[in-house]
């Protein structure tokens, strides 16, 4: 396959998309009994199909299933991870915003046997996409770093993993197991969403780290061993990627700062194809990091925000462009939103057509600067 026909695009999207209100009312009459699985099965279906639809009328070419069938980004994937427990109350998480703070609660998760993929846990549901697009589809899971994010050392079981290199192998090893099966399904376009690198680039949350015993640049360096050794045996024609954002919860963000303290690291140890950047704000710093960006990795620039409805203008996200092109080359470069419109079910406040707006513009700014996608 030609470079220029391969993913990552030079108009693309990192993933989720709203949730239509029908579908998130399902979903809770199913939890609370009174509608049944396999009716929230067939909604999930048909709305699947309208937002493949959406994202193939306005001209993209790496086509998600919107996360539609995700409570949240990355819990559903992890929880179907074999080791983990939820123990104790949930634990409450800030985001803020520009009408105030925003909260968020998490289950209590910890470590306490060995982590194992006991079945497929993303493999049907990539199944289904594929069945239903003409271009191609876009497969995103949550990064393995994220499970080591969402415990810490602390809520990982000693006597389980007394040293955390047997805890890298096997988190690795249930992610090969899932990339592999991916992969015999047909998958060759997969993500890896991260937001537990971006949050080493903030100076709070570092300290908050170092208060809870865990050292910021040891976590680095462990994410690059997850990283390495998930990806260690890829097949050579699966494109994977990455998205670092700073947390996206109801148009609300949790981390600040630019990427300068991790850009050398994940540029050059991390072996994706494409890294998605979160650059819609001045949280996310100047573009200075992408002098690290390799040869052959291609950046995917978020410049259109998901967190407001306000459609941006064309020349402004040029400048942009060529603000970038002055650290990395422009043909190496691709345009996104910075993050998913819908994280978790809440979703971001913008409505369906100015998501499709923002989505149509970055098609359009791909033809126009690129001459294609």
């Not at 009312?25 to 639809?53: F, K, P, Y």
């Not at 929880?79 to 983990?84: D, E, K, P, R, S």
């Not at 998501?355 to 149509?360: G, P």
Request: aromatic share 8%.
């Amino acid at each position: 396959m030609p470079r220029s026909a391969r993913p990552p695009f030079h108009a693309d999207h990192v993933g989720s998309l709203l949730r239509p209100t029908a579908l998130k009312t399902l979903r809770v009459e199913t939890e609370s009994g009174r509608a049944n699985a396999g009716e929230l099965r067939a909604a999930e279906d048909q709305a699947i199909r309208e937002v493949v639809g959406l994202q193939e009328s306005v001209g993209l070419h790496g086509i998600t299933d919107g996360e539609l069938r995700r409570t949240s980004w990355h819990l559903d994937f992890l929880l179907a991870l074999g080791g983990l427990s939820s123990q104790g109350p949930t634990i409450p998480v800030t985001f803020h915003g520009k009408a105030g703070d925003v909260h968020f609660t998490r289950p209590t998760l910890a470590v306490t046997s060995r982590v194992t993929r006991p079945r497929p846990i993303f493999v049907d549901a990539f199944t289904f996409l594929a069945s239903v697009v003409s271009r191609t589809p876009k497969l995103t899971i949550p990064s393995p770093c994220m499970l080591y994010s969402q415990v810490g050392r602390a809520n990982i079981d000693a006597a389980v993993y007394p040293d955390l290199d047997a805890f890298v192998e096997d988190t690795a090893a249930a992610y090969r197991a899932e990339i592999a099966d991916l992969y015999a399904a047909g998958c060759r376009y997969l993500q890896l969403d991260d937001v537990s690198l971006a949050y080493l680039c903030d100076e709070e949350m570092r300290a908050r780290g170092r208060e809870r015993g865990e050292d910021p640049d040891a976590q680095l360096r462990l994410s690059v061993k997850l990283i390495q050794a998930t990806l260690s045996d890829r097949p050579r024609d699966l494109v994977v990627c990455t998205h670092l954002c700073r947390g996206n919860f109801r148009s609300s963000w949790r981390a600040q700062g630019g990427y300068a303290r991790i850009a050398e690291v994940i540029f050059n140890e991390l072996p994706y194809d494409g890294f998605f950047l979160e650059f819609d704000d001045a949280r996310s710093g100047d573009f200075s990091p992408l002098r690290f960006v390799p040869k052959h990795a291609r950046v995917i620039l978020g410049l259109v925000t998901t967190k407001v409805g306000a459609l941006e203008r064309k020349d402004d996200v040029k400048r942009r462009l060529d603000e970038a092109a002055k650290y990395v080359p422009l043909e190496q470069v691709c345009l996104s939103p910075q993050c998913g419109f819908s994280s978790t079910v809440e979703g971001n406040e913008l409505t369906v057509d100015q998501q499709k707006a923002k989505l149509s513009l970055c098609v359009e700014l791909a033809r126009e600067v690129w001459g294609g996608l």
